[in-house]
C-alpha cells in the first residue's frame, strides 16, 4: 500500500478500540479511535479520515445522529457497528447514510474484509475509468453526476447522494430497464451476498424513491418486480453535458 489508509473507530469501549487500532495497523492501516462524537469531531477537524468505524451506542450523540449530522459536510465512507440481531438499527443506519454495517459480537477479519469493499469502492476515481463513464446519465427527468455524485433535476435543484445510494443508483442506471434481485444489487454495489434477512437494498431503494420524487405506492422510476427484485424503467442516455 503505497499511503497508509487512516481509519478512525468510535466507540467508547476502550477494549474494542485497542483491539481494533492494533489489528488494523497490523494489516497495514493508519488508525485512531475515540470514545464519543465529540472525539470524533475534533479529530475531522484536524486529520483527514479514509474510513470512519462507528459505534451505534455512543453517550452524547449517537452513532445514528452522527452519521446523519456527518453527511452534509463529509463524503467519509461509514461502517456501522450494530447490535447483533437488532435489524431496526441497522436499517436506520442505511437511511443515516452509512455505507456497510457489521452486527456486534464481530470477528477482525470480517471488519477487514468490510472496510476493504468499501474503501476500494470509495476511493475508485472516476478520471481513472474510461472516459464514458465519467459523462452524467441522463433519465426522466433527472441527471446522475457520477464525478460529484449528485442527482440533478431539470428544475435545477441538486440531491447530494450517500456513497451507497450512488453506488445503487448507478447499478440500477447502468442495468436499465433488467431486473436485478438482491443478491445481484448485493454483489455489485458491496461486494458481499445477503443473508435472509437483509434488507439494506430495499432500504436504499426507499431512499432512492424519496430523492426520485417517487410516489412510494406507485413508483414510475424504480420498480418492484414482486419475488424478482427491482427494475429502472426508464431510457437512460450518456450526456455530455448537465441539464
Avoid at 459536510?73 to 455505507?99: C, F, K, N, Q, S
Avoid at 464525478?147 to 450517500?162: E, Q, T, Y
Avoid at 445510494?165 to 455489485?188: G, S
Amino acid at each position: 500500500m503505497d499511503k497508509q489508509q487512516h481509519i478512525l473507530v468510535v466507540d467508547d469501549d476502550p477494549e474494542i478500540r485497542e483491539l481494533l487500532g492494533e489489528y488494523l495497523n497490523r494489516n497495514g492501516y493508519r488508525t485512531s479511535a475515540v470514545g464519543d462524537g465529540r472525539g470524533m469531531w475534533r479529530l475531522l477537524e484536524t486529520m483527514h479520515v479514509d474510513l470512519i468505524v462507528l459505534d451505534l451506542m455512543l453517550p452524547g450523540e449517537d452513532g445514528l445522529e452522527l452519521c446523519r449530522n456527518l453527511r452534509p459536510t463529509y463524503r467519509t465512507p461509514v461502517i456501522m457497528l450494530t447490535a447483533r440481531g437488532d435489524e431496526m438499527d441497522r436499517i436506520l443506519g442505511l437511511e443515516m447514510g452509512a455505507d456497510d454495517y457489521l452486527p456486534k459480537p464481530f470477528n477482525p477479519r470480517e471488519l477487514l474484509a468490510r472496510i476493504k469493499v468499501v474503501l476500494r469502492r470509495s476511493t475508485e476515481l472516476p478520471w481513472s475509468r474510461e472516459e464514458a463513464d465519467t459523462q452524467p446519465l441522463c433519465f426522466d427527468d433527472w441527471t446522475l453526476d457520477p464525478v460529484n455524485r449528485h442527482l440533478k433535476h431539470r428544475d435545477g435543484v441538486v440531491a447530494p447522494l450517500s456513497g451507497a445510494e450512488f453506488r445503487l443508483l448507478n447499478v440500477l442506471l447502468t442495468h436499465a430497464n433488467r431486473v436485478l434481485n438482491r443478491d445481484q444489487l448485493l454483489d455489485l454495489t458491496q461486494g458481499r451476498e445477503s443473508d435472509p434477512f437483509d434488507r439494506s437494498i430495499d432500504v436504499l431503494v426507499s431512499r432512492l424513491r424519496k430523492r426520485l420524487r417517487e410516489d412510494p405506492r406507485s413508483p414510475d422510476i424504480i420498480k418492484t418486480v414482486r419475488g424478482e427484485g427491482y427494475v429502472l424503467s426508464a431510457k437512460v442516455t450518456r450526456c455530455r453535458e448537465n441539464r
